[in-house]
Nanobody
Framework: QVQLVESGGGSVQSGGSLRLSCTIS????????MGWFRQAPGKEREGIAG???????SYIESVKGRFTISTDNAKATLYLQMNSLKSEDTARYHC??????????????????????????WGQGTLVTVSS
């Protein structure tokens, strides 16, 4: 059984940084397509970044250049480094495992991943609040 547990959320000022972590059990970290999605109050889930088993990454336009997704296989952990945070980044952030086609499809697939049957497992999320 795959389990994902997020941590690292919190409250920061606009322009600040946070690093989210996702500890994963039940699957080898670098063997699957994984990523992060978020859900802001009153809005749909939005995939924001994906990392494939070969290490290739995809980002949606609104976070490109500010967020970095990475893995530490030894620690079975997925990360999301978030810099230059904006108030519109306020949301609950979740890590997830997805079908391989999501990562290979790039950002145009990543953004819709949490709204499709291509999402296999996900965590409860960690809240990020960015104040201006």
């Amino acid at each position: 059984q795959v389990q994902l547990v997020e941590s690292g959320g919190g409250s920061v000022q606009s322009g600040g940084s946070l690093r989210l972590s996702c500890t994963i059990s039940g699957v080898t970290v670098n063997s699957d397509c994984m990523g992060w999605f978020r859900q802001a109050p009153g809005k749909e889930r939005e995939g924001i970044a994906g990392i494939d088993s070969d290490g290739s990454t995809s980002y949606i336009e609104s976070v490109k250049g500010r967020f970095t997704i990475s893995t530490d296989n030894a620690k079975a952990t997925l990360y999301l480094q978030m810099n230059s945070l904006k108030s519109e980044d306020t949301a609950r952030y979740h890590c997830a495992t997805w079908d391989a086609l999501i990562c290979r499809g790039g950002a145009r697939y990543v953004v819709h991943a949490p709204l499709t049957g291509a999402m296999h497992a996900w965590g409860q999320g960690t809240l990020v609040t960015v104040s201006s």
